[in-house]
T-cell receptor, first 118, second 110 residues
Framework: GAGVSQSPSNKVTEKGKDVELRCDPI?????LYWYRQSLGQGLEFLIYFQGNSAPDKSGLPSDRFSAERTGGSVSTLTIQRTQQEDSAVYLC????????????????FGEGSWLTVV | GQQLNQSPQSMFIQEGEDVSMNCTSS?????WLWYKQDPGEGPVLLIA?????ELTSNGRLTAQFGITRKDSFLNISASIPSDVGIYFCAGRRAGNMLTFGGGTRLMVKP
């Protein structure tokens, strides 16, 4: 697609339920990132996928959070047993990847999935 | 991940005024990026800087990659109401990982 696509754009869920958030990166982008943004706050890194390498999960806040990327393209972020503090915008981004050159450095964000846990 | 120190956290200025914000870190970065986020949208890239000392402009925006590679600033000249939003700096170290600043919320009074 033309840009990074995320779904759902809005999700209201009850505390304790599981949620799945989907990200379709830009076609051909090998690097994919998930960030979390609480209301009025900055961007908190969650997880990073680069090609076939093992993902960098260092930002995941607890074991209730997990993410996978199938076939090097679409990614799903799963939050199990949601808590109210999980309410935030979850932003996905992608880039061409690689460790040098301008192409790998430009990352493009989706519009985010707004999660509200009640 | 490690946060960059971005300041100021917020600014409320008069239309037509110039704006300056900066990011600092104790670590060296290979790349500095500046993003703007409008309400309800994802961040959009404004300027990318790839070399220490580099000064780059994009219309009324000017950004510089600090000589020490530990800081960067963004200037906006002659602000207009549509400049309102949250501005984020981001730095990249080896390994393609981006670290973001906490954001500067800009409000412009017409």
């Amino acid at each position: 697609g033309a840009g990074v696509s995320q779904s759902p754009s809005n999700k209201v869920t009850e505390k304790g339920k599981d949620v799945e958030l989907r990200c379709d990166p830009i076609s051909g982008h090998t690097a994919l990132y998930w960030y979390r943004q609480s209301l009025g706050q900055g961007l908190e890194f969650l997880i990073y996928f680069q090609g076939n390498s093992a993902p960098d999960k260092s930002g995941l806040p607890s074991d209730r959070f997990s993410a996978e990327r199938t076939g090097g393209s679409v990614s799903t972020l799963t939050i199990q047993r949601t808590q109210q503090e999980d309410s935030a915008v979850y932003l996905c981004a992608s880039s061409l990847g690689g460790n040098s050159g301008t192409g790998g450095n430009t990352i493009y964000f989706g519009e985010g999935s707004w999660l509200t846990v009640v | 991940g490690q946060q960059l120190n971005q300041s100021p956290q917020s600014m409320f200025i008069q239309e037509g005024e110039d704006v300056s914000m900066n990011c600092t870190s104790s670590s060296i970065f290979n790349t500095w990026l500046w993003y703007k986020q409008d309400p309800g949208e994802g961040p959009v890239l404004l300027i990318a800087l790839y070399k220490a000392g580099e000064l780059t402009s994009n219309g009324r925006l000017t950004a510089q990659f600090g000589i020490t590679r530990k800081d960067s600033f963004l200037n906006i000249s002659a602000s207009i109401p549509s400049d309102v939003g949250i501005y984020f700096c981001a730095g990249r170290r080896a390994g393609n990982m981006l670290t973001f600043g906490g954001g500067t919320r800009l409000m412009v009074k017409p």
